[in-house]
């Protein structure tokens, strides 16, 4: 449905930050919920963060929400996810995903999206 890549992904140490990036090709980006997942090899892809349309709303795992921000510019159609205080549990592949907005519907953040990105990997040391 939309075209999203990310990108920033790399090696760093613990206790490091990294910031991941994905651009999405739509000319209607603020209509969309963009959300981070990650997924280890032999593990279930686990959320990680939405932001609403607007940047009004976000929600994170509890696993980040003390070290991860997620934002969106969307003059430049791209959301990120600023991720501090890594550790090791947090390397992963990151994947951005993407719902459009529902009218009439209340319920949030979406539980299944339609467009996911590639992914990225990012790999933390200790």
């Known amino acids: 449905q939309v075209q999203l890549v990310e990108s920033g992904g790399g090696l760093v140490q613990a206790g490091g930050s990294l910031r991941v990036s994905c651009a999405a090709s739509?000319?209607?980006?603020?209509?969309?919920?963009l959300a981070w997942f990650r997924r280890t090899p032999g593990k279930e892809r686990e959320f990680v963060a939405a932001?609403?349309?607007?940047?009004?709303?976000?929600r994170y795992a509890d696993s980040v929400k003390a070290r991860f921000t997620i934002s969106r510019d969307n003059a430049k159609n791209t959301v990120y996810l600023q991720m501090n205080s890594l550790k090791s549990e947090d390397t992963a592949v990151y994947f951005c995903?993407?719902?459009?907005?529902?009218?009439?519907?209340?319920?949030?953040?979406?539980?299944?999206?339609?467009?996911w990105g590639q992914g990225t990997q990012v790999t933390v040391s200790s």
């Open positions: 995903a993407a719902e459009i907005r529902r009218p009439g519907v209340s319920t949030w953040p979406p539980t299944e999206y339609s467009s």
């Open positions: 932001i609403s349309g607007r940047g009004l709303s976000t």
């Open positions: 739509t000319r209607t980006f603020s209509q969309y919920t």
